[in-house]
């Protein structure tokens, strides 16, 4: 079922073009998380002199750490493929010591293969320090590039909707810490900064950057461009345009959606002409005092003015209604590539941009479901975190490797199916191998995709709406809700 799930993508799509061939779908890498409590590790020839082969994707962890320019310079137990293996098992056992996180991850190891006895918490520790700075960000992508299949859900337009947005997350209290990762006025403990490009439908994370939060989101989503395909749409949110990033993520060929602030000097555009369904075709033009900016921002006084571009901008309200007949009125602007007003009408540019808010389900689900809230990263160094940070990313993406392969076996939207049911079953699930052998039991995978099948499905059919910041959670509650969208004329200036 796994490999069923993770091969149907039509030859062609963008989400074909966003998958790469890393092997076998029943990876090792699926089985270490997979396994959880008591999961065996597999007893090879490739290490050690055929005593030992950790529960682990090698194809993928080995290009990864080969890409980044790790080498074990000496035999351990711990080499660079285990320790790898260990760090996802830090991550999917948030709460959980060195110590039982290796018992989970080596417990069927033939004891006299290993000299000395198992390795202990504090070897993981020696061991996560002989990795390369940048190891477990290259296998991370290596992985995500193995991308599940994105069924019609994940479209409009024909094009898969993808969606940047960022977060941050709570480091530990060190001194070393602190002194690269910045601590927010009043806090307790330094953040790092995480801006992710993840896929609507499936919710998989495609590509990260993390830094300091004192680093902004635009800062990090320009080292993302590149991520970007033809054949898909991007949304984001308000923050992210500039005039010179819209015309360079334009140049990767993808489609964006993007929304714009309602301020009259924030969008640098005239009106060309209205369009029948209300939007409007605009000309964007740097200004001179954009232009200055950019050049002092920059530092070269030569930079030239960018060149005119024409956008499309769709501006509407989105009233809120609860059951107790109570509104409340929000303006949006959506500034597109998506010229055409027949093939792409603007009600339903309107519609399509609610689907970035994809990507703050993500979020909660990485930093709740997955870390466990108010639980900071265990790193102690700059290193240690950013290997925590990209091990956190692994593990949820093939969390939702499983998620999708379930909802492939009910044919469902990945929607219906419970993330907290599948974190906890993978934590769960006990197979235990062979303490002489370390044989594994056939088919573990397609056994927990079973049982994720089994549970109760989420309900797709509310519109509900819950409180964001502290205030309004100490005010309002969680209500049902409907939505209508209406169409504006935007007032921006006439071109000359």
């Not at 290009?63 to 080498?71: N, P, S």
């Not at 992710?196 to 499936?202: A, D, M, P, S, Y």
């Not at 993007?258 to 060309?272: D, H, M, Q, T, Y």
């Amino acid at each position: 079922m796994l490999q069923s799930a993770m091969s149907r993508i039509e030859p062609g799509t963008a989400g074909h073009r966003l998958l790469a061939d890393h092997g076998d779908d029943k990876s090792r890498l699926r089985r270490t998380v997979i396994a959880g409590p008591g999961g065996s590790v597999e007893v090879g020839d490739t290490m050690l002199g055929g005593a030992l082969a950790a529960v682990a994707d090698e194809a993928v962890i080995t290009a990864g750490l080969a890409a980044a320019g790790h080498t074990d310079r000496r035999c351990r137990v711990l080499t660079g493929l285990v320790t790898v293996t260990a760090v996802l098992g830090l991550c999917l056992f948030r709460r959980e010591s060195y110590d039982l996180v290796l018992a989970r991850v080596l417990p069927a190891t033939p004891a006299q293969v290993l000299d000395g006895g198992p390795p202990t918490g504090q070897a993981l520790s020696s061991a996560r320090a002989r990795l390369g700075a940048n190891s477990m960000r290259v296998v991370f992508e290596h992985a995500a590039a193995v991308m599940p299949a994105a069924g019609a859900g994940s479209y409009a337009f024909e094009l898969l909707l993808t969606a940047f947005d960022g977060t941050v997350l709570d480091l530990a209290a060190t001194g070393d810490l602190a002194a690269a990762y910045a601590t927010p006025t009043g806090g307790k403990y330094p953040q790092a900064r995480l801006v992710t490009l993840v896929t609507c439908g499936t919710r998989w994370i495609i590509a990260a950057a993390q830094d300091s939060s004192a680093r902004s989101e635009q800062h990090l989503v320009d080292r993302l461009a590149d991520a970007l395909q033809p054949g898909t749409l991007n949304l984001a949110d308000r923050n992210f345009f500039s005039m010179a990033r819209w015309i360079r993520f334009t140049a990767t060929g993808a489609h964006l959606a993007w929304r714009v602030k309602n301020g009259a000097k924030s969008l640098p555009a005239r009106i060309i002409r209205i369009l029948p369904d209300g939007s409007a075709l605009l000309r964007l033009r740097e200004s001179d005092s954009m232009l200055s900016y950019r050049r002092t921002k920059a530092g070269d006084t030569s930079l030239t003015r960018l060149p005119d571009t024409i956008a499309r901008l769709v501006e509407f309200t989105l009233t809120l209604t609860d059951q107790a007949g109570k509104t409340r009125t929000t303006r949006f602007r959506i500034l597109t590539t998506l010229l055409d007003d027949e093939q792409y009408p603007a009600e339903q540019i309107a519609q399509t941009y609610a689907q970035r808010w994809q990507v703050e389900i993500i979020y909660l689900r990485l930093k709740v479901t997955l870390r466990g809230p108010g639980t900071r990263l265990r790193g102690q160094t700059p290193r240690l975190a950013e290997q925590e940070i990209y091990g956190l990313l692994t593990v949820y993406n093939t969390l939702v490797s499983l998620a999708v392969a379930a909802a492939v076996t009910l044919d469902v939207d990945p929607d219906e199916i419970n993330f907290a049911a599948v974190v906890a079953l993978a934590r769960a699930a006990t197979r235990p191998g062979c303490t002489r052998c370390g044989h594994t039991p056939d088919n573990p995978a397609d056994n927990l995709i079973t049982t994720i099948a089994a549970q109760p499905r989420n309900r797709t059919d509310r519109q509900r709406t819950s409180p964001r910041t502290t205030t309004q959670r100490r005010i309002e509650r969680t209500r049902n809700v409907s939505y209508t969208i209406t169409i504006v004329t935007p007032d921006l200036p006439e071109s000359d």
